[in-house]
């Protein structure tokens, strides 16, 4: 049986790097926490995405703040999707505990309360800086996946952007693309029947009731000016640190198709904004999606293959992933073979598809001479978890149970005073809460309609005019020139002859 010692050389050497690191806490034998036998993550491969999972209350958002704070301090900007609205104590420190002090106190590190620069987003009502995008930004393809259209449907969608292109007609929200499937098939009918072939009307009213719906989801806020710019997430404060932007997500729960609206436009665009960084040494950007589930449930299998493509190409970009959820098989397995770093904090096993699931979740880790992983993902306590990365050649760590480090800042949220007195200290929120409403496709097709709508006006008032110009005729050369006089005058010129 392998002694303590060995496992102690086991850990450290599986967990060795040469380059920056993060240290998310010390490996556990049994109940025992080894001090001082760390377990770092190199910064260099943090870019191969993650999972963060566990049953409620099994300690997943004090890891991810702890993961999002170690990251800040390394100057390396962080993204939080807030589902839950717990993530907002990350600016203040925290008030420290004995019970904390104790804990670092087994794991080998000292303690020091911290606090972090955060800056607060939001795409819905909520108080914070507001992230728009373009419909024009979103494109065709990616506007078709969401609304989960038909071929005939996209091959629509694609022909009317390419109207707008050529006709310089902006799309900015989703009133301007209304705008432009109503012109379609009605004042518009036949003037892209000549240069683009016939649109089914059937079709445009397929489209506009699935936009409609997604704006009833709240997307009519999301879709505007003005656009977000991804640079902004990659700032950094004037002591180096990164800036950790908190989205709220809290009012958003039960609407599943806005949040993976947003969250497949925010890859999209980042992959196609940030330049290649090759095997860089660090990160540009780490994300956190939590409550990830909200974006794989009831996703069509075009939306899923889209995500699929992001993941396994942004990481070149220099931009890690990191799915927050209860199990991981929340995660489709396309995706979840994607991530390099596992996180798993206890699971709970009641019935027994539970400890099926239990089986099939041990199975996605390194087998191990020191863990009966099965049986420890039952017996975690709060606050410990089984951990697997890579090293900095790629290869995978050991696995090793963990005490993690306790957050540096506060583990609850801030005071309806202080989140206001944080809204305030943006040095973004003036420059994206404006409220835009540029001149575009809504406002330029009703003034062309308008225009129609008056020449065919000014037709009939014409025609008019030349029906009233020969009611107004002399009555008596109306009478003259008549059908009826003039068959009269020759049946009395005939008789006359005839005589």
Same mark, same amino acid.
């Not at 800086?129 to 419909?135: D, P, Y």
């Not at 990830?292 to 990481?315: G, M, P, T, W, Y």
């Not at 790629?394 to 005073?417: E, N, Y």
């Not at 050369?477 to 049946?491: C, E, P, W």
């Given at each position: 049986?392998?002694?303590?010692?060995?496992?102690?050389?086991?850990?450290?050497?599986?967990?060795?790097?040469?380059?920056?690191?993060? =240290?998310?806490?010390? $490996?556990?034998?049994?109940? /025992?926490?080894?001090?001082?036998?760390?377990?770092?993550?190199?910064?260099?491969?943090?870019?191969?995405?993650?999972? @963060?999972?566990?049953?409620?209350?099994?300690?997943?958002?004090?890891? &991810?703040?702890?993961? $999002?704070?170690?990251?800040?301090?390394?100057?390396?900007?962080?993204?939080l999707m807030d589902?839950?609205?717990?993530?907002?104590?990350?600016?203040?420190?925290?008030?420290?505990?004995? *019970?904390?002090?104790?804990?670092?106190?087994?794991?080998?590190?000292?303690?020091?309360?911290?606090?972090?620069?955060?800056?607060i987003l939001t795409?819905?009502?909520?108080?914070?800086?507001?992230?728009?995008?373009?419909?024009?930004?979103?494109?065709?393809?990616?506007?078709?996946?969401?609304? /989960?259209?038909?071929?005939?449907?996209?091959?629509?969608?694609?022909? &009317?952007?390419?109207?707008?292109?050529?006709?310089?007609?902006?799309?900015?929200?989703?009133?301007?693309?209304?705008?432009?499937?109503?012109?379609? =098939?009605?004042?518009?009918? *036949?003037?892209?029947?000549?240069?683009?072939?016939?649109?089914?009307?059937?079709?445009?009213?397929?489209?506009?009731? *699935?936009?409609?719906?997604?704006?009833?989801?709240?997307?009519?806020?999301?879709?505007?000016?003005?656009?977000?710019?991804?640079?902004?997430?990659?700032?950094?404060?004037?002591?180096?640190?990164?800036?950790?932007?908190?989205?709220?997500?809290?009012?958003?729960?039960?609407?599943?198709?806005?949040?993976?609206?947003?969250?497949?436009?925010?890859?999209?665009?980042?992959?196609?904004?940030?330049?290649?960084?090759?095997?860089?040494?660090?990160?540009?950007?780490?994300?956190?999606?939590?409550?990830?589930?909200?974006?794989?449930?009831?996703?069509?299998?075009?939306?899923?293959?889209?995500?699929?493509? !992001?993941?396994?190409? @942004?990481?070149?970009?220099?931009?890690?992933?990191?799915?927050? =959820?209860?199990?991981?098989?929340? @995660?489709?397995?396309?995706?979840?073979?994607? &991530?390099?770093?596992?996180?798993?904090?206890?699971?709970? $096993?009641?019935?027994?598809?539970?400890?099926?699931?239990i089986k099939l979740?041990?199975? #996605?880790?390194?087998?191990?001479?020191?863990?009966?992983?099965?049986?420890?993902?039952?017996?975690?306590?709060?606050?410990?978890?089984?951990?697997?990365?890579?090293?900095?050649?790629?290869?995978?760590?050991? &696995?090793?149970?963990?005490?993690?480090?306790?957050?540096?800042?506060?583990?609850?949220?801030?005071?309806?005073?202080?989140?206001?007195?944080?809204?305030?200290?943006?040095?973004?929120?003036?420059?994206?809460?404006?409220?835009?409403?540029?001149?575009?496709?809504?406002?330029?097709? #009703?003034?062309?309609? /308008?225009?129609?709508?008056?020449?065919?006006?000014?037709?009939?008032?014409?025609?008019?005019?030349?029906?009233?110009?020969?009611?107004?005729?002399?009555?008596?050369?109306?009478?003259?020139?008549?059908?009826?006089?003039?068959?009269?005058?020759?049946? !009395?010129?005939?008789?006359?002859?005839?005589?």
């Amino acid at each position: 049986m392998p002694t303590k010692n060995e496992f102690i050389d086991h850990i450290n050497s599986g967990y060795a790097t040469k380059g920056d690191y993060i =240290t998310l806490g010390a $490996a556990m034998l049994g109940e /025992e926490t080894i001090t001082n036998s760390f377990i770092k993550i190199p910064l260099k491969t943090i870019n191969r995405h993650g999972l @963060i999972a566990g049953a409620t209350g099994t300690g997943k958002t004090k890891t &991810l703040q702890i993961f $999002a704070e170690n990251l800040s301090e390394n100057g390396i900007p962080v993204l939080l999707m807030d589902v839950k609205g717990d993530l907002s104590g990350l600016a203040k420190p925290s008030p420290g505990h004995p *019970k904390i002090d104790e804990r670092h106190e087994k794991i080998g590190l000292p303690f020091t309360a911290k606090n972090f620069p955060v800056e607060i987003l939001t795409i819905s009502k909520q108080n914070g800086t507001r992230l728009r995008a373009t419909v024009s930004e979103f494109g065709p393809t990616l506007l078709s996946k969401i609304l /989960e259209l038909s071929d005939v449907q996209s091959g629509i969608v694609a022909i &009317l952007f390419q109207y707008c292109d050529d006709n310089k007609l902006p799309l900015l929200d989703l009133k301007d693309f209304k705008k432009v499937l109503q012109f379609a =098939t009605q004042d518009g009918k *036949k003037e892209l029947e000549v240069s683009y072939g016939r649109i089914s009307t059937a079709s445009t009213g397929s489209i506009l009731r *699935k936009i409609v719906a997604l704006e009833q989801q709240g997307a009519d806020l999301f879709f505007g000016e003005r656009s977000f710019e991804v640079e902004d997430l990659t700032r950094i404060d004037e002591n180096g640190r990164g800036i950790i932007s908190i989205l709220r997500l809290t009012d958003i729960q039960d609407k599943p198709k806005l949040f993976s609206t947003f969250m497949l436009q925010l890859l999209a665009e980042i992959y196609s904004t940030f330049p290649e960084q090759g095997d860089s040494d660090r990160p540009e950007l780490v994300l956190f999606i939590d409550e990830a589930h909200l974006i794989f449930d009831n996703a069509s299998k075009a939306l899923l293959d889209q995500i699929e493509s !992001i993941v396994k190409l @942004i990481r070149s970009k220099g931009i890690g992933i990191y799915f927050v =959820t209860q199990n991981p098989k929340d @995660i489709p397995a396309d995706v979840l073979s994607q &991530l390099g770093l596992k996180i798993q904090h206890a699971l709970r $096993a009641f019935t027994a598809k539970d400890r099926k699931a239990i089986k099939l979740t041990a199975e #996605n880790y390194p087998d191990s001479s020191y863990y009966d992983t099965a049986t420890e993902l039952t017996q975690l306590g709060i606050g410990e978890a089984l951990v697997s990365a890579l090293s900095e050649k790629g290869r995978p760590t050991p &696995l090793a149970k963990t005490m993690l480090r306790a957050p540096m800042s506060r583990m609850d949220i801030l005071s309806p005073k202080e989140l206001e007195d944080l809204l305030h200290l943006s040095r973004i929120a003036t420059k994206y809460n404006e409220e835009i409403d540029s001149k575009s496709a809504y406002e330029i097709l #009703n003034a062309k309609i /308008e225009s129609i709508n008056n020449i065919e006006e000014v037709k009939t008032q014409q025609k008019k005019q030349k029906s009233t110009s020969r009611s107004r005729i002399n009555p008596i050369l109306k009478v003259v020139t008549s059908a009826t006089f003039i068959r009269g005058v020759f049946g !009395i010129l005939n008789k006359v002859f005839k005589k």
